[in-house]
């Protein structure tokens, strides 16, 4: 079992910079690819970006990359999200999630997640 607790979330201004972070419990956080994924009012839940178990790899979804970026700190049991040049289409509630799948790299599809944060809320102004 892997509790996750996001924090970091706010409201900003287009154009501004948040930094996400997920807290996990347990002792087997380098065992897990990692994700952030974003659900903004009336929309489907979508991915952001997800890194390999070591921190090695990263693949981000085409709306974040250049602007995001995501690391980890298996020592520290944590996961980041860098959000630089905010825009207000960035604006829904931010999730972390685990996956345990064998043989991924990185992971993009919700159901290949088996670990949900609670979310934190961010809300970028124009």
């Known amino acids: 079992q892997v509790q996750l607790v996001e924090s970091g979330g706010g409201l900003v201004q287009a154009g501004g910079s948040l930094r996400l972070s997920c807290a996990t419990s347990g002792r087997t956080f380098s065992r897990y690819v990692m994700g952030w994924f974003r659900q903004a009012p009336g929309k489907e839940r979508e991915f952001a970006a997800s890194i390999s178990k070591n921190g090695g790899s990263t693949y981000y979804a085409d709306s974040v990359k250049g602007r995001f970026t995501i690391s980890r700190d298996n020592a520290e049991n944590a996961l980041y999200l860098q959000m630089n040049s905010l825009k207000p289409e960035d604006t829904a509630v931010y999730y972390c999630?685990?996956?345990?799948?064998?043989?991924?790299?990185?992971?993009?599809?919700?159901?290949?997640?088996?670990?949900w944060g609670q979310g934190t809320q961010v809300t970028v102004s124009s």
């Open positions: 999630a685990a996956s345990g799948r064998l043989g991924l790299v990185v992971v993009t599809t919700v159901g290949e997640y088996d670990y």
